[in-house]
C-alpha cells in the first residue's frame, strides 16, 4: 500500500509540471509542497506523507541529495488519540453477535494488537500452555509476545470449535487468505453503531483502550512497551497523558486550599 501510494505521488507532482522528475529540483519541489497547502488545502499530514514520497523517490531511485532544511516537513497538531473506557469496550463486546467478529475484535483489545497484526495471526501463534501471543514480524519486522487472557481463550476455542480454520486464525472468503483490514474496520463500526458510543473510534483505538487500561490498573510502562512492540519507550509514553486523573488519586491544589475533604 505505501509503495502504490508513494508512486502516486510521484506521478501527480510529474503531471504538475508535465515533465520527468529527473528533470525537477528543489524549487519545483518546494513550490509543489506550497500548491498542495496553500491551493488544495491539504492537511500537515498528507503533505508531509508527500514529502516523504519525494523524498524517497528522490534519494533512492535518483540517488540526489535532498536538503531537509530547504524542503521542510510541515509541524503536525499533536493530537491525543481517542481512548475507550472498559464499560464502553464491554458494551462493543455485547452487541457484537457474530462469533468470529467477536472474538476478533476480543483478542486485538485482549492483547493490543494492531490490525495487521490480528489479520495475520495463525494458529500455531496462540500458546495456550504459556498464555501467550506470538505476533510475527510486526512493526519492525520484530517478533514479540503478547498476553493471551483467559477469556480470550475461551472464546477463541469456541470460535475454532465452530470455523475450523486451517492455517490462519481469522482467515478471509476463500479460507486460505488471511481477513483483510478493512474486513475488520467494518466489524468495529458495524458494532459501534449499536452502541450509544460518540466517540471516533478504530480498531487501533482498542489498541490504545489496551494500553491505557493496563497503566490505569498499575502495570509498569516497560512492560506495556514490550507487549505492544514499541522500540522506544517515548512512544508508550503518551498513554501517561490518556490515564483517568480520578484513578491517580491526585487533589487539584483549589481542594487542597479550601479544605475539600472527599466524598
Not at 133 to 145: A, N
Request: proline content about 3%.
Amino acid at each position: 500500500m505505501t509503495i502504490k501510494s508513494y508512486i502516486n505521488h510521484v506521478s501527480n507532482f510529474a503531471k504538475f509540471y508535465n515533465k520527468s522528475p529527473k528533470y525537477l529540483g528543489e524549487k519545483e519541489i518546494c513550490d509543489y509542497l506550497h500548491y498542495c497547502i496553500i491551493k488544495k488545502k491539504l492537511s500537515e499530514g498528507t503533505v508531509n506523507y508527500i514529502n516523504s514520497s519525494l523524498k524517497f523517490f528522490y534519494t533512492k531511485t535518483l540517488n540526489r541529495y535532498w536538503n531537509s532544511d530547504k524542503i521542510a516537513r510541515m509541524k503536525e497538531p499533536s493530537k491525543l488519540p481517542p481512548v475507550l473506557s472498559p464499560d464502553e469496550v464491554k458494551s462493543i463486546f455485547d452487541v457484537t453477535e457474530n462469533l468470529k467478529h467477536k472474538a476478533i475484535l476480543m483478542t486485538v483489545y485482549s492483547a493490543g494488537l494492531r490490525v495487521s497484526e490480528v489479520c495475520n495471526l495463525k494458529i500455531t501463534d496462540i500458546d495456550s500452555k504459556n498464555m501467550q501471543i506470538l505476533i510475527r514480524e510486526g512493526k519492525g519486522k520484530k517478533d514479540r509476545y503478547s498476553l493471551l487472557s483467559k477469556s480470550n481463550l475461551e472464546i477463541l476455542r469456541e470460535y475454532w470449535s465452530r470455523y475450523h480454520p486451517t492455517e490462519y486464525l481469522f482467515s478471509g472468503k476463500g479460507r486460505t487468505d488471511s481477513i483483510s483490514p478493512r474486513s475488520v474496520q467494518k466489524m468495529l463500526e458495524k458494532s459501534i453503531k449499536k452502541t450509544k458510543i460518540t466517540k471516533h473510534a478504530t480498531v487501533h483505538t482498542l489498541r490504545h483502550s489496551f494500553a491505557t487500561h493496563l497503566l490505569d490498573a498499575g502495570t509498569d510502562i516497560c512492560y506495556i512497551q514490550r507487549l505492544l512492540g514499541h522500540t522506544r519507550i517515548t512512544t508508550t509514553t503518551i498513554y501517561l497523558h490518556l490515564r483517568r486523573m480520578d484513578l491517580l488519586n491526585i487533589k487539584s491544589p483549589l481542594d487542597i486550599l479550601l479544605g475539600e475533604n472527599d466524598d
